[in-house]
């Protein structure tokens, strides 16, 4: 069975500063997707990135952009120039790329932005 | 961009009652719902997946008789909570997957709070 792992319970990270947020994953499969959701306090789930398996290059989006290790099985993210909009819950996430497969979500990080 | 909307938005009712939560793409159409359960500063429970005109698979631990799913049509699934106690009481979050997608994004519903006295 799939599993996601986010070690960082919370985090903290100065206005203006860059932060990483770790992950990782398990999975015996070859083709699968991988997110970044955001949650903010409004709980509505907004995607901030995503990243199909088969793909070498890093996923970007603006301030948002992925460390890929398909090896190691590692998707961490990384916020540069973090704003107080981003303060929220973020939840990694793996979905097989089996048609119509459920998203298995990691515990998630929240995140706090210092002014 | 997908939209999915979710309604309703909260809902406070009695112990004993049922409480029906309704989950609909708007401009699109959804071959398959998830309807996911979550505890303050948790993360997503995945309750069951729904495929249109199918009977909903059920993750283990969810009673499938106290929450009931249905998913009628490629725009609609509902789901009811019956016969609510108060440990029902929870956030319940809808997806949609979209027909004859390809970036394997799912869409997210608001959310609806469930609220059991």
């Known amino acids: 069975a799939q599993t996601v792992t986010q070690s960082q319970p919370e985090m903290s990270v100065q206005e203006a500063e860059t932060v990483t947020l770790s992950c990782t994953y398990d999975t015996s499969e070859s083709d699968y997707y991988l997110f970044w959701y955001k949650q903010p306090p409004s709980r509505q789930m907004i995607l901030v990135i995503r990243q199909e398996a088969y793909k070498q290059q890093n996923a970007t989006e603006n301030r948002f952009s992925v460390n890929f290790q398909k090896a190691a099985k590692s998707f961490s993210l990384k916020i540069s120039d973090s704003q107080l909009g981003d303060a929220a819950m973020y939840f990694c996430?793996?979905?097989?790329?089996?048609?119509?497969?459920?998203?298995?979500f990691g515990k998630g990080t929240r995140l706090h932005i210092l002014p | 961009g997908a939209v999915v909307s979710q309604h309703p938005s909260r809902v406070i009712c009695k112990s004993g009652t049922s409480v029906k939560i309704e989950c609909r793409s708007l401009d699109f159409q959804a071959t398959t719902m998830f309807w996911y359960r979550q505890f303050p500063k948790q993360s997503l429970m995945l309750m069951a997946t729904?495929?249109?005109?199918?009977?909903?698979?059920?993750e283990q631990g969810v009673e499938k008789d106290k929450f009931l799913i249905n998913h009628a049509s490629l725009t609609l699934s509902t789901l009811t909570v019956t016969s609510a106690h108060p440990e029902d009481s929870s956030f319940y979050i809808c997806?949609?997957?979209?027909?004859?997608?390809?970036?394997?994004?799912?869409?997210f519903g608001e959310g609806s709070r469930l609220t059991v006295l």
């Open positions: 996430a793996y979905r097989s790329a089996n048609r119509d497969d459920k998203i298995i």
């Open positions: 729904s495929n249109e005109g199918s009977k909903a698979t059920y």
């Open positions: 997806s949609a997957s979209r027909a004859g997608g390809v970036t394997g994004e799912l869409f």
